[in-house]
């Protein structure tokens, strides 16, 4: 009997999970979609034929060294940058502005300072004039998702960095989105408070079924959290590797996956792939 390397047995997870979300991939359906998008600053091209296609209830864990074109090409799907070409469309249509099908959770978590942790969330939700009982629902509902239901009437100084953050992640479910695209949302939170955020955007996303594309630095952030985990590599910005995470559904506690040997090889494969920039 032959055995396999570790690289061997790490292509064979992926190529039985490749197939596996392929097939799924035909009958999910596409909530955003990059085609073939490119993106110059100038003369400097930082975003080089992105195609990449967001399905229905994926988590989609994007990595890359610092300066790959993570945030520009997060916001060229926010329609926050138009693309110098290409599209991106949401299902199906083209979509050219920020729109509320599309919500955002940045790094820090820029709340009103100078509204409570319920009118923060409900902000939203008043600029599309959404009746006040209707409001009062739908607020409820994400204070208790995210836990922070005797916070609700404080302002967001009172409030620990995790909780901001929840916060934060309430006030863009609030507006129903159909795809929430976060930045690097737990990477000004501390060791403790960002496995928790993990625990919790997990269990938010399960609840929820919602589709999220979420920029880390940090590969087991990614395995823990990810459906899928895109590589980009720089100069121009590129996507190099888009896998199924075979880790993704095993786990409840995320943190507990961290412990077997399929997390480490595969957190090793990432890391080379990330660190090898052809
Ligand atoms: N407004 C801008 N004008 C000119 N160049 C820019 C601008 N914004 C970003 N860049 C350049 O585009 C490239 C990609 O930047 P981007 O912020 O998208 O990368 P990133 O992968 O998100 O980086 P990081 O992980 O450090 O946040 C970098 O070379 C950066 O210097």
Request: hydrophobic content about 40%.
């Amino acid at each position: 009997m032959s055995v396999l390397t570790s690289n061997e047995v790490q292509e064979e997870i992926l190529t039985n999970e490749a197939i596996k979300v392929q097939k799924e991939a035909l009958t999910s359906k596409t909530v955003i979609e990059a085609k073939n998008v490119n993106l110059f600053y100038g003369n400097l091209q930082v975003l080089k034929s992105i195609n990449l296609k967001v399905y229905l209830n994926d988590f989609v864990c994007v990595l890359g060294s610092s300066g790959c074109g993570k945030s520009s090409l997060l916001q060229v799907l926010a329609g926050f940058l138009k693309p110098t070409s290409g599209e991106i469309t949401i299902g199906g249509k083209q979509h050219k502005k920020p729109t509320p099908d599309v919500g955002v959770v940045f790094q820090h978590p820029n709340l009103f300072p100078w509204l409570s942790i319920e009118k923060n969330i409900a902000f939203g939700l008043r600029m599309q004039s959404v009746p006040k009982t209707e409001r009062k629902r739908v607020v409820s509902h994400y204070l208790e998702m995210v836990g922070l239901q005797s916070a609700a009437k404080m302002l967001p100084h009172q409030l620990s960095g995790g909780m901001k953050q929840r916060a934060s992640i309430a006030r863009t479910l609030a507006t129903n989105p159909k795809v929430i695209l976060m930045d690097e949302p737990f990477s000004a939170l501390d060791a403790l408070t960002r496995m928790s955020m993990q625990s919790h955007l997990k269990e938010i996303w399960k609840k929820t079924q919602k589709s999220i594309f979420f920029i880390t630095h940090d590969v087991h952030e990614a395995l823990l959290l990810g459906t899928r985990i895109v590589v980009m590599h720089p100069s121009p910005g590129r996507i190099v590797l888009d896998i199924p995470n075979p880790l993704a559904k095993k786990d409840d506690l995320p943190q507990q996956a961290e412990q077997s040997k399929e997390f480490a090889q595969l957190s090793n494969y990432l890391l080379s792939v990330i660190s090898n920039k052809k």
